[in-house]
């Protein structure tokens, strides 16, 4: 079965700093979709970020990016300039085809001013 | 567009009561899937349905909890009768299911209070 280990539980960074949450991942497939979710206090699951396995170049989306290592079955997020209302519970989660997402623990980012 | 929505948004009842959560997925997507999220933890899946059909319902506990989707639309979450430990966030989700790489988009949750 797969699963989802985030190590980090929580994660502080000042504003306007870059932060990198962790995650690893344990599959013996080959072909899946990874995922940083954003959960603020309000509890809507935002998506921030997705990785297609079979892609070699990390995506970005804005101020979020990430550091896929096929090989190591890692999947790191990386946040630059922090904003304050960058705050929440980051998730990662694996997913093969259309079913469901695996989740790994979580980890709590708080945002100093 | 509008989201996936939930209702309620809380729910604090007695043990041995029975409650149910519904949940109405984005237009136009055909698999819904219902999590749950225990305090400190990550979503666990209970039950995935595309259009009406339930195709994984492995982690349901049958015992107590029963799920429907009638028309392939709407769908809700039944627990009866409820335990103490049901306690947590019942999460909807829902994709479009058209390809391999389709999105799953959240509503809001409902937090359940067992006492």
């Known amino acids: 079965a797969q699963t989802v280990t985030q190590s980090q539980p929580e994660m502080s960074v000042q504003e306007a700093e870059t932060v990198t949450l962790s995650c690893t991942y344990d599959?013996?497939?080959?072909?899946?979709?990874l995922f940083w979710y954003k959960q603020p206090p309000s509890r809507q699951m935002i998506l921030v970020i997705r990785?297609?396995?079979?892609?070699?170049q990390n995506a970005t989306e804005n101020r979020f990016s990430v550091n896929f290592q096929k090989a190591a079955k890692s999947f790191s997020l990386k946040i630059s300039d922090s904003q304050l209302g960058d705050a929440a519970m980051y998730f990662c989660?694996?997913?093969?085809?259309?079913?469901?997402?695996?989740f790994g623990q979580g980890t709590r980012l708080t945002i100093n001013p | 567009e509008a989201g996936v929505v939930q209702s309620p948004r809380y729910k604090i009842i007695e043990k041995k009561q029975p409650v149910a959560f519904w949940c109405n997925p984005i237009s136009g997507h055909n698999t819904l899937y219902w999590y749950l999220q225990n305090l400190g933890q990550g979503p666990e899946l209970l039950i995935r349905y595309e259009n009406e059909e339930a195709v994984d319902d492995s982690q349901l506990p049958k015992d107590r909890f029963s799920a429907e989707r009638l028309k392939g639309v709407d769908s809700t979450l039944k627990i009866q009768p409820a335990e103490l430990g049901d306690s947590a966030v019942y999460l909807c989700?829902?994709?479009?299911?058209?390809?391999?790489?389709?999105?799953?988009?959240f509503g809001p949750g409902t937090r359940l209070t067992v006492l």
């Open positions: 990785q297609e396995a079979y892609k070699q």
């Open positions: 989700a829902s994709s479009d299911g058209t390809s391999f790489s389709d999105t799953q988009y």
């Open positions: 599959t013996s497939e080959s072909d899946y979709y």
């Open positions: 989660a694996y997913r093969r085809g259309a079913q469901k997402l695996v």
